[in-house]
């Protein structure tokens, strides 16, 4: 996805103030519920946790896309790894997992293994640090939105399916970023 959304940019087809990169992964989130239907029944929705981890789920698209633009795929790549150490870490911490250290382990060795993947890359972007910047919240607010999903349907007394909760936020995500198309991006054509 990186490639081909930095292939986009430098094409010029991919205005930052758009977002329509991130409809395509919305709507198919959107439909996720269809791959087990009776899911829909299961549990009670909690609207307030789901629009709290939409809106992370959406602030985190905001920042990494526009890092990505920024610094460019390769750098990109690397940064945005970092999800699984944020991840590890707030697992840790707000859930009180305590991990193995063979998992730990793990997580290094995808970490430094993206890291060298990186090596003799080029600089694509044009405001690298701004953009590196950008991805490190990013991660960090994509890694919170699988922590607060895990809080939603793992902790939580009567917790609705794993794919009426992608449903949900690819629908509210979808909705947001056409608003936005609407009231924003053709207003300013």
Same mark, same amino acid.
């Given at each position: 996805m990186p490639l081909q959304i930095e292939f986009i940019n430098l094409s010029g087809g991919c205005e930052k103030s758009t977002f329509l990169i991130t409809l395509p992964t919305s709507l198919g989130m959107s439909f996720s519920i269809i791959t087990n &239907?009776?899911?829909?029944?299961?549990?009670?929705?909690? &609207?307030?946790?789901?629009?709290?981890?939409?809106?992370?789920?959406?602030?985190?698209?905001v920042l990494n896309l526009n890092g990505l633009l920024y610094a460019g795929s390769a750098i990109f790549t690397v940064i945005y790894s970092s999800v699984t150490v944020y991840n590890a870490i707030f697992a840790h911490i707000i859930l009180n997992k305590h991990l193995h250290i063979f998992q730990w382990c793990g997580v290094l060795i995808v970490t430094l293994g993206l890291a060298l993947t990186s090596l003799g890359t080029s600089n694509d972007g044009k405001d690298v640090f701004f953009g590196i910047c950008l991805i490190l919240v990013g991660s960090m607010t994509h890694s919170s939105t699988y922590i607060m999903s895990e809080i939603s349907l793992v902790r939580t007394e009567s917790p609705i399916a794993p794919q009426l909760l992608c449903t949900l936020l690819g629908s509210i995500q979808s909705i947001v970023i056409i608003c936005w198309q609407i009231y924003y991006t053709m207003i300013r054509r």
């Open positions: &239907w009776p899911a829909h029944k299961i549990g009670i929705i909690r &609207w307030r946790s789901v629009f709290v981890i939409a809106f992370f789920n959406i602030l985190s698209d």
